[in-house]
């Protein structure tokens, strides 16, 4: 039986699994709601995570009754809704930190974030998003992906690339659909995700799959034109299969081309060397120990525990210090 007497406790919606799942391999007591009818962000833990006891489930209509160090906002509606309908008034004035996954979808350059509070950290994936984000006078930091050693190795024996998209069909352009279909025309490619059917794919692998099941293929290519460093490339490159990608967002500071991994914009480059890549088995596979090399460095999880935990510290820290001060100086004035 674990000792969370020192863990700090968290409350967050059940927003992106994996990402729910890495982040709780820290030495937090992290809390979901669930709801009836599994609405959005109210699904519990899922089924699909194999995730620790330090991961609770709790009634919505139950969370206001519950004692929290921390709120973790992942979406706008958990801040401009959820949190009024399910926190009390005194969770509300808890520590709080926002946690963008994705890049701005209207204007690249030009976009406001929704969260504009200066009592507010705002946390970014990658550095590429907080560049683009105009993230106004909320304080922004950004936490690099984090992910487990998969036990799988890579083994590259399938003469064809592997594709892990969810819902690609109606995510369209953005994600990559044309590529995908115009690259599938030249090289043999799977595709795996939730609702993949609708374009021939083999449907969703769940997670705790994944690892070896990508492994077995000679290389993973990445269609995505714009949008957050997927954790499905890292967890590739962590199997130590080779990465194909476009030279877009954050890739560019992950994957050097040639050297762990194939990048460019050029898309009949990244065909050709694809299809170099299934005549070449030996190149995969060093491409691919070369990309596992930069995932192990850069995001291992425990880095990724320690850049959170430094993260909730100093938040519930800093709002303990204002709160002692606004107290002194309420009983100044009295």
């Known amino acids: 039986m674990r000792d969370d007497k ?16 890495y982040l709780s391999q820290g030495p937090f007591e992290i809390f979901v709601p669930v709801n009836d009818k599994k609405t959005t962000g109210y699904i519990g833990r899922g089924t699909t995570f194999p995730f620790g006891d330090n991961v609770h489930e709790v009634p919505a209509a139950e969370v206001r009754n519950i004692s929290f160090d921390c709120l973790l906002y992942q979406t706008p509606k958990n801040y401009t809704v959820d949190r009024f309908e399910i926190l009390s008034d005194s969770q509300l004035s808890l520590p709080a930190i926002y946690l963008e996954h994705d890049p701005p979808q209207q204007v690249p350059t030009d976009t406001r974030h929704i969260i504009d509070d200066p009592d507010v950290t705002l946390v970014h994936v990658t550095h590429f998003n907080k560049l683009m984000w105009d993230n106004g006078r909320t304080p ?9 050693m998969p036990t799988a190795t890579y083994t590259g024996e399938l003469e064809r690339g592997i594709v892990v998209i969810n819902n690609l069909n109606e995510r369209g352009r953005r994600l990559g659909l044309d590529i995908f279909l115009q690259a599938r025309e030249h090289v043999p490619l799977d595709l795996i995700g939730m609702d993949t059917e609708k374009l021939g794919g083999l449907g969703e692998i769940l997670h705790p799959k994944l690892p070896d099941f990508i492994s077995r293929y000679r290389f993973f290519f990445n269609p995505i034109r714009y949008t957050s460093l997927g954790l499905a490339v890292l967890e590739a490159m962590m199997a130590g299969v080779p990465v194909v990608g476009l030279a877009t967002t954050e890739m560019v500071t992950v994957i050097r081309d040639g050297h762990s991994g194939i990048l460019h914009t050029d898309i009949d480059y990244l065909i050709g060397r694809m299809r170099e890549l299934l005549k070449d088995k030996k190149l995969a596979a060093h491409l691919g120990a070369e990309g596992r090399k930069t995932a192990i460095e850069r995001f291992n999880i425990d880095r990724f525990n320690r850049d959170w935990m430094q993260l909730f510290t100093r938040v519930i820290g800093d709002r303990r210090v204002t709160s002692r001060s606004e107290n002194i100086n309420e009983m100044a004035v009295h």
């Open 140 to 148: 922004a930091v950004v936490i690099d992906h984090g992910i487990t």
């Open 6 to 21: 020192n863990h700090i406790r968290i409350f967050t919606w059940h927003i992106h699994g994996s990402y729910l799942y």
